[in-house]
């Protein structure tokens, strides 16, 4: 959650500002992220950056929300596995599978300058049914029987490069994880 917008360093000037966000959990102070001076942008994305609007969505359920964060022509490259979605048609089912996993994210940078940002953070969740079916349609490279991995849980972290469009919707994002350290965590 945002709790307090920093002023600009130089309001003559686009130099970022600081803003400072928490998690709500215990025991966090909080963590320091950058972003550019645009105000406009600013306005679009008032709980940190765009991506983390996004990702929360993500994690809440809310597909519509996060659906509005990308732009139509958005192009979703999975470093891991070699991939590249494209387009909200493309996109969106892989989504609806990420929501189905009961995440709970922990940021850990999120850093935004005009139209590009990396964001990285701690991918908490429980394996579901929904996600096992979905991961089996994807033919992923399960390390046993796919069906005994629901309900357990998992922690990765996980990051990405993306770049905003004029509108300051998400039209290309990179994803960067370890997906040997999640298979590694299921017994």
């Known amino acids: 959650m945002l709790e307090r917008l920093a002023p600009r360093d130089d309001p003559g000037t686009n130099r970022a500002r600081t803003v400072h966000i928490s998690s709500g959990k215990e025991g966090n102070h909080g963590k320091e992220i950058m972003t550019d001076g645009n105000e406009a942008r600013a306005a679009r994305a008032p709980c940190g950056s765009v991506f983390s609007a996004f990702i929360s969505a993500i994690a809440s359920g809310d597909l519509n929300a996060a659906e509005t964060k990308l732009s139509d022509g958005i192009e979703w490259h999975q470093m891991p596995y070699g991939r590249k979605l494209t387009g909200k048609r493309e996109v969106m089912p892989w ?7 009961q ?15 990396v964001f990285e953070y701690w991918n908490i969740g429980t394996v579901t049914p929904e996600l096992i079916e979905f991961g089996k349609s994807q033919g992923w490279p399960f390390p046993k029987d796919p069906n005994s991995l629901v309900r357990q849980k998992y922690k990765v972290a996980q990051c990405f490069v993306y770049h905003l469009d004029v509108q300051g919707k998400i039209d290309m994002m990179r994803q960067y994880l370890d997906t040997g350290s999640v298979w590694a965590q299921f017994k």
């Open 103 to 117: 995440k709970e994210p922990e940021i850990i940078n999120d850093v935004a300058a005009n139209d590009w940002g």
């Open 95 to 101: 989504l609806k599978a990420g929501a189905a996993s």
